[in-house]
Structure formats: structure tokens, C-alpha cells
């Protein structure tokens, strides 16, 4: 890293929490072994320490330190809902037959469907095992009604992928499902451990839960080529997956007979080469920029929510990582 | 049911317990529910409703009203252990590729692996959300522990499956993992809510243990016709499977070049045809009889923890339960 190379938001914030951070990944490190199954750390770390941002625990450590918290049980509830997410993204490969995730081959593909879903339940029980350690039934609340909300997600998506019919309702609850519930709870039990009064803890949860759901709006934004550079990441997966986002829910409303059978052909009965003929039904409509202007409208209300938390560097660089989000889309 | 047919210890307890029982399927058919993903309680209920002893409840709320609780937590406990139970049966079902449970096909063969996946993770967080209920951090952390218990032993049977270096230690660890954890702490529980003490909670503990070593015994003892009478359930299955049980590797220790080379053949190389000559290996050394005595004397470790605990009716019939479990196997 040279001086030419600014920081982004979340290495600024990671630099910051430097102490914290660190006592984070040694805990995962920690809790993440097994003494009698060693296949439980070897998939474990090939996922863990692949390079992620480890953007949730930041959220967790962030909002306890930025409300003024000196223990050390965010540390525990940091590693917590970096395992619930780790477990997620190894049940999610299994369900949707992932070949690489961060740039590497995923666990399923390595290892096999089996040690994925027995060693993410692993997971599973021990980011409820360290949560217990925290002794507040407050926090254990909100983060085993965040993993329900995830589940209940992500089968949502699995029934309502190749429908039609799927309404925006349904596509909200998905986003929050994949991603918005774990970054809202993440921020809100940083809130909790640090003690914070129910106005406080409220903004908090507004502040993940739009800051989660700019993200995952961008994120289908791009898949469809975002403003037409047609570099998003694994551009067309959602296309070829069936997969009813935003952009495509408003352009098939809008449609008309010729373009709904495109869609049903494609998402519905899967015949979906011609993702150049979608991107331009959608750019017709004008539905790409109306997601880009969803996810821009979710960021403002991140930051209005943050607007109510105590000032200081590290709110100013919680709002300096909403603008990130969607600088994607910018 | 007419008077000639005496019923067994598990419908006795239902039947005194009836009316916590009728609570118990209520909190679970309604816990299930997701008002959003329709797939979950179809999924659920499919298995729920298929007609199982509900044994692990039954242990939750007889351990609770054998030490004299009189509240209502007790239920939503049992619940918990039935929807953990619930889960990992799901996970199994996809983790084993299996076709049927209890008589019926499997939730993974009706709707996909995916569904069970997910349907899985929701009641678990669902379980969490009950046990948070209760109030008790004890509950939570044994329930907790539980469930890392039950991942880790799936894991090590996973990967030792095929292993004919396994060990009598891991083999013990499996066993705890597959039934004889969720056992203990179904039966713990409903001791820590009635409050009772170190000494009757120790008891409870062993109890519980014992009872789901014994239970866990005989299944793998019957495997291999246990007797002789070769009508076991799924006659065969752990044998093709590549499992590494009791009566196999105390067999595997004592044969001699031939036999190591018919076994390294049937459960490494999976060349599995020959049962019968597996079974009359087993017979010569006698480990199936050896393995029927483990499960006795088991079985009477289970009733010396139970004489330690108060002396009433519900005492007596989880003794016939004890005894029950391992009929199959005298």
C-alpha cells in the first residue's frame, strides 16, 4: 500500500479497529477449530481466510465503538455474525450449485455437498455458543430472529426464482433474506452491547437494514451490466438463474405481450442466451436507472439514520461506507 | 388400541403427559409457520406429521414433571428439541442422498436438497428464537452445546466413514453426535427449568447420554440382524454405507490378512455384495454378541442415573423406556 493508493471506507474503518479487528479474527480462528473433526477448520478457513472484507464484524465492532463502548463482548458478537454469515454462504453454494466464490473454487466443489452443510450447522451453533457467552438474551434475540429472517429468505428466493409473478414486496424481502437482516443486526448489537437508548438502537437498525439493502439493489443492478460497461461481476447469473430483480419485475409490468414471452422464455423455461435482448428491454423501460436510483434513495436513508447516532470519525466513516456501496452505481 | 394391546413405555409417557404433549405439536405447528415462504411448514409438516415417537420431547417434558416443575416452559423446550431434531434429520436426509424416512419419501426427493437445506437452517434459527424465550442462558448454553455436539459427530462420521483405521473412541464420539447428544440435553433441560440441582442436573445428564448410547447401539448392533433373525430395519445399510460401527471394528482388530482384505474391500473400495460373509465374520468373534452387552450395560447405566433422581411414576416409566430401547436387542 503506497501513499498514491487512498484507503476505501472499510479498510479506513479496519485501520481504525485495528486492536478489534484483530482480536476478532483470532477468536474465529479460535472457535472455529475442532478437536476431533479437522475437516470443520480445513473448510472453515479456505472460506474465512479467502480474503473477505469482513464487512459485517466491522458493522458490529464500528457501531459498539462509535457508541462509546469500552468492554469486550463486541469482540464475541463481531466473530458471531461473521460464522452466521460464513455458514450461510456455504449453505448458499450447496443450493445453488456455486463453482467459485471470492476468486477460489467454493467447499462444495472442493470437499463435497456434505461437509458443506454439516460444517456450516457447525457454525451454526457455535456463533450461538459465543453469543451465549455475551449473557444478554437482548442480543440473542435479535441475531436468532436475523437467522430466521435469512432463512425464510432464501427460500423465498428459491420458490419465487422463475415466477412471474414475484412483486417487489417479495423481491424486498429476499434482499433483506440475502443480505439486509445480517447487516441490520450486525449494527444493531453493536448498539446493544454498548448500552444505547431505544432511539439510538432504532437508528441503528434503520442504518444496516438500508445500508444492506442499497448494497444487495446495487448488486442486481450490476448484474445486468449497471449503466452499460457490461463489467459488472458475473454478469447475467441472476438472467440465467431465473431470478425476478427489480429491473426485470418493472420492465415485465410495463411490457408487452412480445416482451413478456421473452421473459417467460427466458427466466421461466430457462431459455436464457440472449441476455444483450434483456439489457435492452430493461434500458427501454428505464428500470436499470430506477434501480440505481432505488439503491441511491436506500443510501440517503442510511446516512439520515446515521445522522442520529453520536458524531464522531467513526460515523463519519460508517457514511463514507454507504457512499462506497453504491459508488458502484454512481 | 383395545385392552389386549399393552402399550408401549414412549405411549404410556404420552399418554400420562397428554396434555403437554397436545402443547408441544400446537407450539410446533404454529412455530413452522412462515407467513411469506408457503414451502417451509409444507416441508416441515411433511416430516413433523409423518408420525414420529417425539421420544426427545417426550424426555424434555417428563424430566421437567419427574422433578416437580409445575410451569410452562417446558414446552417450548421440548418444541426446541424437536425442531433441532427436525433439522438435522433434514440435513442427513440430503448429507446421506437418502429416499426415505419413517415410511415415506424424503423431503430432499419431493421438493430438492435445496429446500431441506434452508428449511433446515430456518428451524433452527426458529429453535434458537424459543429457547431465547424461556429466559434461561443455562438452557441456551447446553441446547447450544447440543447442536455443536450433533455437527461435529456428523462431520466425523462423514469423514470416517470408509476409514478402517476409525476407533472404538471415535466410533463412541459418532454416537454421541448422531443421537445420545440431543438425548441429554433434552433430558438436562427439563431439569434446569424445574430448577433442580447440580447432583439430580449430573444425573439427568447421564441419564439422557446413556439412554441415546443404548438406543444408538442397538440400531447399529440390528444393522447386522443382531441376533440372526436378519428382520433389522434396513438390514445392510451401514455396511454399504462404509460405516466403521462396534461389531465391525472389534472384528477388523481381531481378523486376520483375509479377513482385513475382505473388509478393506466391502467398506474402503465399496465392493459391498457380500453381507452374509460380513455377518459370519462378525459371529466368529462374537463382537455382535459383545456389541448387544455394550448396549445392555448401557441401558443399565441409564437406570443407576435415574435411581438418583425422584422417585414417582413418571421415574418408573422412563426406566420402561430405558429397557424398551434395547428389547430390540435381547
Redo the contacts between chains.
Keep these: 500500500m503506497t501513499d498514491a493508493t487512498p484507503l476505501k471506507p472499510h479498510e479506513r474503518l479496519a485501520a481504525a479497529l485495528r486492536d478489534d479487528m484483530d482480536a476478532v479474527n483470532a477468536l474465529i480462528r479460535t472457535r472455529m477449530a475442532?478437536e476431533?473433526?479437522?475437516?470443520?477448520p480445513e473448510v472453515t478457513a479456505h472460506l474465512v481466510e479467502a480474503g473477505g472484507k469482513r464487512v459485517r464484524p466491522l458493522l458490529t465492532v464500528a457501531c459498539a465503538r462509535m457508541c462509546g463502548y469500552a468492554g469486550a463482548d463486541h469482540v464475541k458478537l463481531a466473530a458471531t455474525v461473521e460464522f452466521i454469515h460464513t455458514a450461510?454462504l456455504l449453505?448458499d453454494d450447496?443450493?445453488d450449485e456455486s463453482r467459485q466464490r471470492r476468486g477460489r473454487p467454493t467447499a462444495n466443489l472442493l470437499w463435497d455437498?456434505?461437509?458443506s452443510?454439516?460444517?456450516g450447522?457447525?457454525l451454526?451453533?457455535?456463533s450461538?455458543?459465543l453469543?451465549?457467552e455475551t449473557?444478554s438474551?437482548r442480543v440473542?434475540?435479535i441475531l436468532?430472529?436475523a437467522?430466521?429472517t435469512?432463512?425464510?429468505g432464501?427460500?423465498?428466493q428459491?420458490?419465487a426464482a422463475r415466477n412471474l409473478a414475484t412483486t417487489e414486496d417479495?423481491y424486498l424481502?429476499v434482499v433483506r433474506g440475502k443480505t439486509a437482516a445480517l447487516f441490520e443486526a450486525a449494527a444493531r448489537v453493536g448498539g446493544v452491547v454498548a448500552g444505547v437508548d431505544a432511539a439510538q438502537e432504532d437508528a441503528l437498525t434503520r442504518f444496516g437494514d438500508a445500508l444492506g439493502v442499497s448494497f444487495q439493489i446495487v448488486d442486481d443492478w450490476l448484474d445486468y451490466g449497471g449503466a452499460g460497461d457490461g463489467i459488472g461481476k458475473n454478469l447475467g447469473d441472476d438472467f440465467r438463474e431465473g431470478k425476478l430483480t427489480l429491473p426485470v419485475i418493472r420492465a415485465l409490468a410495463r411490457g408487452d405481450a412480445t416482451e413478456r414471452a421473452f421473459w417467460r422464455d427466458a427466466l421461466e423455461k430457462g431459455k436464457s442466451e440472449d441476455l444483450d435482448r434483456a439489457r435492452a428491454i430493461l434500458a427501454r423501460h428505464g428500470t436499470l436507472e430506477e434501480t440505481r436510483q432505488e439503491a441511491l434513495a436506500w443510501r440517503d436513508r442510511a446516512r439520515a439514520a446515521l445522522a442520529e447516532l453520536p458524531p464522531n470519525d467513526l460515523r463519519e466513516m460508517l457514511g463514507d461506507l454507504a457512499d462506497y456501496v453504491v459508488a458502484r452505481a454512481e
Design positions: 475442532s476431533h473433526a479437522p475437516r470443520i450461510t449453505h450447496v443450493v455437498n456434505q461437509s452443510v454439516l460444517v450447522d457447525y451454526f451453533a457455535r450461538f455458543q453469543m451465549v449473557g438474551l440473542l434475540d436468532s430472529g437467522a430466521a435469512i432463512a425464510e432464501e427460500v423465498l428459491l420458490t417479495t424481502r
